[in-house]
């Protein structure tokens, strides 16, 4: 994914300022910045989900999306959402979300009603219709909330896994944490990019 001079603003509220990134292929990258910093509307102009005041973004391949609000449907069921999401990317079968699920360690939940899951199990339903599809690019904003501690190693090895893979995986948080599981990481600064070293040895 290739990103050049994303500029937006609300009104007179400017939150990006010429934004450039460029996202390799098989790269765990990070950004991070303060509340409002404009993060959540970076990623959605990623997504395409908001269209830039001006700039450009060009990707290649399958995306995925997980927003930081969970966007469900809390009288279906997790399956029935699986199956919705399915039919939506087109898929023959569940088994990839079958496997994130096993990996993130909720699949008994399969037949329970989303309103009655905690936040966190519902992140971890967010995560995995973001995941189903097998993306090559994944854009996560503050992916792991509600996660207990088993859960949040278990989506870093998730993630570890996606990039060993190929893909290219984006987290962005208001917190730097984990900083040297990732390969790359910028701080979003007065709607800025600014390139940090590189974390990882």
């Not at 404009?38 to 830039?52: M, N, Q, V």
């Not at 519902?122 to 994944?138: E, G, I, Y």
């Not at 207990?148 to 995986?169: I, K, P």
């Amino acid at each position: 994914m290739e990103v050049r001079g994303v500029h937006h603003a609300y009104r007179r509220r400017v939150v990006l300022r010429g934004v450039d990134l460029r996202l390799r292929a098989g790269v765990l990258a990070g950004v991070v910045g303060e509340n409002g910093a404009g993060k959540s509307t970076l990623l959605k102009i990623l997504a395409g989900e908001l269209r830039p005041g001006r700039g450009v973004v060009r990707h290649r391949g399958r995306f995925g999306y997980c927003p930081q609000r969970v966007v469900l449907n809390g009288s279906l069921t997790v399956r029935q959402h699986l199956e919705f999401f399915k039919v939506a990317f087109g898929l023959a079968d569940l088994r990839r979300a079958e496997e994130v699920m096993d990996v993130l360690g909720f699949a008994e939940y399969t037949n329970e009603r989303v309103g009655v899951l905690s936040g966190g199990t519902r992140q971890k339903l967010n995560l995995t219709l973001a995941l189903m599809h097998d993306p090559q690019v994944l854009l996560l904003d503050e992916p792991y909330q509600g996660f207990d501690w088993d859960t949040y190693q278990r989506f870093w090895d998730l993630a570890a896994g996606l990039r060993d893979a190929g893909r290219s995986v984006l987290v962005v948080s208001h917190l730097a944490y984990d900083i040297d599981r990732l390969d790359e990481l910028w701080r979003l600064d007065e709607g800025v990019l600014h390139r940090r070293e590189t974390v990882t040895a």
